[in-house]
């Protein structure tokens, strides 16, 4: 079914907007969500671990280089309903079917901005899987996952070389004080220093080590 589903995607969105994924081994594959914006710390997120067969993955935040809203039909200048998350990933893992929301942050994390990403990315999938099931597929139930990738800039680091480890935080639940919302993801970051964090930092993590925290 994975495979239907993946040649749908491909019929619906636009080549433009696919994540790219490195498939050199079919088995342990990887997905790259880079993030545009210039002042950002966190530049680069690779996850591994996936089927390359049973991987596809689009950016959301792609209008953002058109200087165009989600929807055509939205005034780009409202703050919010405009805001989504960097990354979707749709995958099978185990013959279960996940959809995963990626979200690159750097030091300064605010729940009640990452959460209508969150938020409004979840209804734009909505929305994707309804025309999915009702023109293409039938019975497509995804679990929903939400990944938080950040950093945490050390101001007193001035070592250029050492790579310091992925850190799991593990599953945490935040509410939007604003409209009362309330999402679990799963919190994912690493220490950087100065210097990395001005040249663009990375993290690479397997899925399913992120699954198992």
């Known amino acids: 079914m994975m495979f239907m589903i993946i040649d749908s ?22 997905i790259i969500i880079k993030e545009t914006q210039k002042d ?5 997120v690779e996850i591994t671990g996936l089927f390359a067969e049973h991987t596809y993955g689009f950016t959301l935040e792609g209008n953002k280089k ?3 809203p989600i929807c055509k039909y939205f005034d780009s200048e409202q703050k919010n309903i405009n805001k989504v998350c960097d990354g979707v990933i749709f995958t099978q893992i185990e013959n279960k079917n996940y959809i995963f929301f990626c979200e690159l942050k750097s030091d300064r994390l605010t729940p009640s901005d990452y959460l209508v990403q969150y938020q409004n990315s979840t209804l734009f999938i909505d929305y994707l899987i309804n ?13 929903y996952k939400y990944l938080l990738f950040h950093t945490q800039t050390k101001q007193n680091s ?11 935080v593990g599953v945490q639940t935040k509410k939007n004080p604003k409209n009362g919302f309330e999402l679990d993801f799963y919190g994912i970051y690493r220490e ?12 690479k993590v397997n899925i399913n080590d992120i699954l198992d925290n």
């Not at 025309?131 to 139930?141: M, V």
């Open 158 to 168: 001035k070592a250029r070389n050492i790579t310091q480890p992925v850190r799991l």
């Open 192 to 203: 950087i220093s100065k210097f990395e964090a001005q040249q663009g930092a990375k993290i």
């Open 40 to 44: 950002t710390k966190l530049k680069t």
């Open 66 to 68: 058109d200087d165009q």
């Open 9 to 30: 995607l491909k019929q619906i969105i636009l080549p433009k907007y696919e994540l790219s994924i490195n498939s050199s081994n079919i088995e342990n594959s990887s």
């Open 131 to 143: 025309i999915l099931n009702s023109f293409y597929l039938q019975e497509y139930k995804p679990d």
